[in-house]
């Protein structure tokens, strides 16, 4: 019986059967009758008589053992249609996994983002996505400009949100919004009471406090003083913009940082500063690999976050 079971098994395997064949076979072993059968797969009779001949020809083994007033399944017959039913049922588990994904019931979305984009709007957007579709499942990768990069480019994220990186020219990168630099003092700070803007270049003569050189938010501070001929030297270089917020309330320095990362610090502590025209701008968007497809759950999340992205202060809001 074994012998029967494996050799049977593997002509159902490597035979050219559609479901429609399988369901044929199982709907006559089930009903024992070509007329009751045939009304089940909506064939006529001879239509279903042909094509179990066809089915028996196709793996090699007679299913069906037919008399005058029975047909019953052989031996062979009885593994094939198990193995027929097993089958039937997991292209039906496939086919409701792919219309629960493409309804968005179930599936999966990783994003990666800025640490600032990622402890200020985005788990808001989470939220709303989550409460809609409660069976998707959300990832998130807080992680710098260039790390996220790589993330998308290796397919481990869906999209990421981070700055704009010419040198990223293979990957697709499109700008949704931009964000502010202000500068941030501690209260007392003689500096706290300027009225008006303030060039950056004007307070290098104060300790600062920055992000390392990997992060976005110093490659811009960096950049804008390189093109005034002048070299950026931190007195601090911390990874964390927390850290820096409790470094500058404890009047260890001052900072120059984006309007989102300010506003997860605790701000009624610190003194913001806006800087002179031009001032520094770092354009927020969104990358993803070059004619990728995504999932029908990757551009609901996508829509959101392009929502709420827009809704997100223009350096133009604060003339």
């Known amino acids: 019986m074994k012998t029967h079971s494996s050799a049977a098994y593997t002509h159902l395997v490597e035979a050219n059967l559609s479901t429609k064949d399988l369901k044929a076979v199982v709907a006559l072993s089930q009903t024992k009758s070509f007329g009751q059968a045939a009304l089940l797969v909506h064939l006529s009779q001879s239509a279903l008589s042909a094509l179990i001949a066809r089915v028996e020809a196709q793996i090699g083994a007679r299913l069906f053992e037919r008399t005058t007033r029975a047909v019953e399944l052989t031996d062979a017959g009885n593994v094939f249609v198990a193995h027929a039913q097993e089958l039937l049922r997991d292209t039906q588990r496939a ?49 710098l400009s260039g790390p996220a990069f790589d993330l998308v480019r290796d397919g481990k994220v869906d999209f990421a949100l981070t700055a704009a990186d010419p040198k990223q020219e293979d990957l697709a990168y499109e700008q949704l919004t931009e964000d502010r630099f202000l500068l941030i003092c501690p209260e007392g700070h003689p500096l706290g009471n300027r009225r008006g803007p303030i060039a950056l270049e004007d307070t290098l003569g104060y300790p600062h406090i920055s992000m390392p050189g990997s992060a976005s938010v110093r490659q811009y501070i960096n950049a804008d003083l390189l093109a005034k001929g002048l ?25 120059a940082l984006p309007e989102t990362a300010i506003s997860l610090l605790q701000a009624d502590s610190l003194t913001k500063i806006p800087l002179s025209t031009p001032g520094i701008q770092r354009p927020l968007g969104i990358v993803k690999r070059r004619h990728s ?23 133009s809001d604060h003339k």
């Not at 999966?108 to 989470?126: H, N």
């Not at 409790?246 to 320095?253: I, K, N, P, S």
């Not at 497809?293 to 809704?311: N, V, W």
């Open 95 to 143: 086919l409701q996994a792919i219309s629960d994904t493409v309804h968005l019931k179930t599936g999966s979305v990783t994003v990666a983002a800025l640490p600032s984009l990622a402890a200020s709007f985005v788990p808001k957007v989470f939220a709303d996505f989550s409460q809609c579709h409660p069976e998707v499942r959300l990832s998130l990768h807080d992680t």
């Open 231 to 255: 070299h950026f030297t931190p007195v601090f270089e911390v990874d964390h913009i927390a850290t820096i917020g409790a470094l500058v309330r404890e009047g260890l320095g001052i900072s």
């Open 293 to 315: 497809p995504q999932s029908s759950a990757a551009k609901e999340l996508e829509m959101l976050i392009r929502a709420s992205l827009s809704r997100l202060p223009l350096p």
